[in-house]
Structures are given as C-alpha cells and as structure tokens.
C-alpha cells in the first residue's frame, strides 16, 4: 500500500514537471521565434539599405560619365581639331579651378562659340576662356558663388550685359568703353565701336575691374567651403570612372 501510494505520488510530480517543462520549452521556441523574427526583419532592413545604396552610387555614376561624354561632345564641336588640348587642360585643372572638368569643358565650348563668331581665332577662344574660367574661379573662391554662375555672368558681360557683375566690382558704360577702346587701338575716336570691338573691350574691363577681388583669391582658394567643392570634383571622379565602366 505504501509503495502504490508512493509511486502514485511520483507519478503525478512527474506529470507536473513534464508539464512545466514542455511549458517552458514552448516559451523558450516562442521567445527563439521572436528572436529570430526580428533578426529577419533587421536583414531585410538592412539588404534594402545596401541595395538602395549601391542604386544611389549606381544612377550617380552613370550621370557623371553622361555628363563628361556630353561636355566633350560640345568641346569637340567648338574646338575640332584643338578639342583633345582643352579637355586635356579641363581634366588637369578641374581640381585647382574647383568645378569639374564636364563644367569646364561646357563653360569653354560656349564661350569660344560666341568670341569666335565675333572673329576670334581658335587660340585667341581657348587663351581668352582659360583666363576667364581662372578669374571665375578666383571670385568663386572670394564670394562663394558657383563657378556656373560667375563664369555666365562674365560671358554676359563681355556680350554687353554687364548688370550681373556690379557685385563684383565691375562697372561699365559707353564712356569708359570708348576710353578703353581708344587705348586697345579698337576705335578712331569716331562713329560707334563695332560688336567685335566692345566685346573685346568688356573683356578687358571686366578682367581690369576683377583684378582687386581675384588678388584675395590665394588665401580663399584654402578655405573649408572651396576645399569641400575640391573633394566633391574627386568624388566625381571615382563616380565617372564607375560610370563609363558600366555604360
């Protein structure tokens, strides 16, 4: 009788701690589950990041190696034969000049464009352009305004729009325009100066009225905000490089 009752007592401690074991497993694979669960859920999370990065990186780089083969195009069209020489100028100064060689070589290709229809040569486009996208560069690195910016508003000055650049200086109306223009041996004294002639003459009052603004440019060009344009134009690079690998 007391071995039944003993083992009856056994039995049911046994079935008790079964119980509370199968109970505790359950809990342990539930909170496992969640575990596991939300360690998916971070993969998931995380393979969207990496996969959203590398679309990023991707449409950048294919934009940059577009805007090269773009911007060498207009070059090739502006220059001909001398193309090879200002693209090559481009790419060596892009850094220096804190604007990329794509905006460099547009900025040129436009600007010989308009000097040689008003009967510049060919190097006289390629000298007067390198001038300016240097003197571009200096009020840049002074004012912090975009190389785009400046150098447009410089173009326009020199075709007789010179309102733009009263922020930097440069003043000019038909006197001082006739004055200059006496000196460069570009008028008799009378009739009106010829397009030719006034925008030669622009083009040396403007780089005469910058010239103040441009001296302060050695100091400027090592400031944070210019070296950050600097790291952004080596960006790029790495971005071309990438991008003309995939197109």
Known sequence: GTLTALLTVDHAK???????????????????GNVLKDFAKIGVAAFAAVA??????????????????????MVTTAFGASAKT???????????LGATHDVLNTSLAQWAIYVKNIGLNQQQAIGTGEALAQRASDIVAVTGKSFED????????????TRGLKAYGVVIDPVVQKQK???????????ALTMAAKAQVNYNLIMQQTA???????????NAAFQMKQFGILT????????NILL
């Open 14 to 32: 046994f079935d008790s701690g079964l119980k509370s074991a199968e109970g505790g497993m359950s809990g342990a694979a539930g909170r496992m």
């Open 52 to 73: 959203a990065g590398i679309g990023t990186i991707v449409g950048l780089s294919l934009k940059a190696a577009m805007a090269e083969q773009v911007s060498n195009a």
């Open 86 to 96: 200002v693209q090559e100028w481009s790419m060596a100064n892009q850094v220096a």
């Open 150 to 161: 400046v150098f447009t508003a410089m173009q326009k000055g020199v075709q007789g729009a």
């Open 181 to 191: 223009a006496l000196e460069m041996g570009l008028w008799s004294g009378h009739g």
């Open 212 to 222: 103040a603004i441009a001296s302060g440019a050695g100091l400027a060009h090592q």
């Open 236 to 243: 790029n690079q790495v971005f071309e490089t990438l991008g």
